[in-house]
């Protein structure tokens, strides 16, 4: 065994092999996986191992597709060939239109990808799957390239390959320890030595805590019990002539696909069963759990219902083993947070038909810093300090009660609620709010008109949308009152604070006691990392001179992580997260500054406080630190109080306010008003495939300012001219926004994906964002939009439709 590699990967199922064989080709040849016990001796070896493309947004529907096209590459490779049934096809059934609906929009964000799914009706279903009836069956999804493999030996295949291209693989060593030196590499102990390594990888399946807790980590994934049955020879398959094609149904919670000439059915059963939560016996390896068909009896009669077949169909066997969810359902693939050069690949559900493309890209993040596509919704760094083993349960439970069932536009599961409040959720929810759920706060949507409001689940403009447009409306004519918890918030100090900052940032950032700027943060590809204000706090009697540095709530853990890994070991620079210290009350419209001043002290004019100024003051009598900024397009304050005094806060708000109109408003206003404005939405319109031009952010970019992160790849880049534009487009259809990831067309050509989009009230449009072909960015080039399957117009128009000029927010 080697005493020192560059990477070793811990866990030897799919994730740790696939991982294994793309560091190799990724060109590092000197890495190791060790795993406990024999290769796929987890879950893998009993998995249905079904292999499909499908995906809720562009990413994973990318590595899908890496996923398949590996997968068919090693079958056919002459010296290793494997099993694989490629191209089977497979149909995600729907009985009601807007699930037809939502997969219309899926068709139409994978189309982008290159991948091509057909929407078709029941009928159509039954001609291409002769087993099934067409009861209470409107259509499905159709995936032409769904299969299923041989789980074994695609594991086998890949550390064969990755053994010539010079990996080693230490099977029967368990890990037993892991320590981290202070330059960041670490020791792999195991029961037959140690090993160091620059690199770690946890890929250890439903043991992944054992390992988390060996580097101080708990990962937020849950075991749940998981059951399919394979059945005997079906005399229909056997007439057929052909196989049959995967099935995923959603009505019923059951999936699908042949196993010689009989089914092989799986069940999501709603009584279901979390495993292993008081810790796993260590001899459980290559083993299952004990069945339990009792517990699947209602999933069961819907799959007997749609394939009658079933009910003159011996079973032949039940396999019941874990399978690990994480708390939002998808893996976690990517740096560990708060831990220097260790990564995870784990919490993978369909870790068969993903592993591939998850291997791929973690690869990528760990050879190159990042991948080819934006992978936050895969990153761990995603959720921030909510994510106890109860609440990990309570997801995996929901999202395995769901697994078929997609989420919509607005929709927010109820399980493991509420995580995270402020001292204002319940005087929010006493005024009727409607909450959506930002990493784990509870945060406004918008207020409801009426207790029992529950607008139905939908790709269109859904019921809420006069109530949107109302809000929005007081704000313009008024002021409103928002709160804005989670709001990410470090707070950087040192004498080094401003140089550093000047190095992360690609634009000058204001240094100016008293202001606050804007700006962006780039990864060493020149791409966009990150976006936030920098308010520099004056010397007060609450503290030193001081910068707070602001970005969204999902970015709490990976800001953190990025700012901390630059510090340079000789500067003076500290930082403190205050994320869950304080909160920020917005308030915003005509008459805001009226409110501030009837209850915070001292001369809010225009001239004594204009936009884009910090002050520290008492609003009533709670402590406040006031900001100049608007997310809004009107005049607006971000007030930032510590969660003590944020009712007395509020409170004086709403008494100020009175006179003034001022009304509650959620973050639903604030969505459709910051698309009037052209601010953008960091992972959404701000992600690590574009760079700043591209993402038309020119004006905060600073080339000759000196050097910052990201510099030379951007300069490079630049010369190279942009692969894609950011623009603002007005949509001629008034029914329904295009949602994130839906693809523009002209002709048959993708020359387009969307980023965002929403209807903007005050401008009376259908508006989104999209990236597309920089051919088409100048205003008044049209395009298609593909929305849910239908091609409406979309035409680019300028950025910042409403105010282009930025009057209402100087005020
Ligand atoms: C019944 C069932 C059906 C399924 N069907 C499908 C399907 O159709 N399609 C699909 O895509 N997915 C399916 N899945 C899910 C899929 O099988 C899993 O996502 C995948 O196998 C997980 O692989 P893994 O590498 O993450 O974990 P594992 O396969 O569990 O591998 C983890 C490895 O880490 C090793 N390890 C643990 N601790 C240590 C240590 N201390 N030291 C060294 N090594 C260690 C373990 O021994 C193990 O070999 C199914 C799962 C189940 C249970």
Partial sequence: MKSRTKAVVIGGGIAGCSTLYHLTQEGWSDVVLVERNELTSGTTWHSAAQVTNFGTNQTMVGLKSHSINLYKKLAEHPEYPINYHHGDGGIRMANTEAQMQGYRHFASMARGMGVHFDVIDAK?????????????????????????????????????????????????????????????????????????????????????????????????????????????????????????????????????????NGLLIGFYEQDCKTWGMDGIDPNFVNALCPDDLERVMDVLEGAFARMPALRETGIRSIVNGPITYTIDGAPLVGPIPGKRNAFCAIGLRAGLGEGGGHGWLLAQIIVHGEACYDTWCLDPRRFAGHTNAELTALKAIEDYQNEFRFHFPHEHRPAGRPAKTTPLTPVMAAEGAEFTVVNGWERVDYIKPAPDFHPLLSFNFDEAFDVIAAEVKNVQENVGLAEVNGFNRIEITGADRHSFLDRMFCGTVTKRAGRVGLGYLLNHNGMIKGEATVANLPASDRGPERVWYGSAATSEFHDMDWLTQHIGADEDVQLRSLTNDL??????????RDVLSAC????????????????????????????????????????????????????????????????????????????????????????????????????????????????????????????????????????APAHGGASLMQGEMVVGTVTSGDWGHRVGMNLAYAFVEPQLADEGSTMQLDLCGELVTATVIATSPYDPGFDRIRG
């Fill in 124 to 260: 159509e279903c039954a001609r291409r799957h002769p087993l099934i009836s067409t009861d209470n069956l409107i259509g499905g999804l159709w995936d032409p390239l769904d299969g299923d493999i041989d789980p074994a030996q695609l594991c086998q295949a890949l550390a064969y390959h990755a053994r010539r291209a010079g990996a080693e693989v230490y099977r029967n060593t368990p890990v037993t320890a892991l320590t981290q030196h202070k330059d960041d590499t670490w020791t792999v102990h195991t029961e037959h030595g140690d090993i160091d390594c620059d690199f770690v990888v946890n890929a250890c399946g439903y043991r992944v805590n054992e390992v988390g807790a060996m580097m101080g980590v708990h990962h937020p994934v849950a075991s749940m019990e998981h059951q399919y049955f394979l059945t005997e020879d079906i005399p229909g398959i056997i007439e057929a002539g052909h196989r049959m094609p995967l099935i995923r149904c959603p009505i019923s919670d059951y999936y699908c696909r042949q196993e010689k």
């Fill in 583 to 592: 909160t920020i009350l917005v308030l915003t419209g005509p008459r805001a």
């Fill in 600 to 735: 915070a002290r001292g001369d809010w004019s225009a001239t004594a406080f204009p936009w884009l100024s910090v002050r520290e003051c008492f609003v009533g009598f709670a402590p406040a630190t006031v900001m100049g900024v608007s997310f809004s397009g009107e005049l607006a304050y971000e007030i930032h109080v510590p969660n003590a005094s944020l009712y007395a806060a509020y409170l004086a708000l709403r008494k100020a306010g009175e006179e003034h109109g001022l009304k509650l408003f959620g973050a639903r206003a604030v969505e459709s008003m910051r698309m009037e404005k052209g601010f953008l939405h960091w992972k959404a319109d701000l992600i690590t495939e574009f760079d700043p031009f591209e993402t038309g952010l020119d004006r905060f970019v600073k080339l000759d300012k000196g050097d910052f992160i990201g510099r030379d790849a951007l300069l490079k880049r630049q010369s190279q001219g942009p692969c894609k534009k950011l623009v603002t487009l007005e949509i001629a259809a008034s029914h």
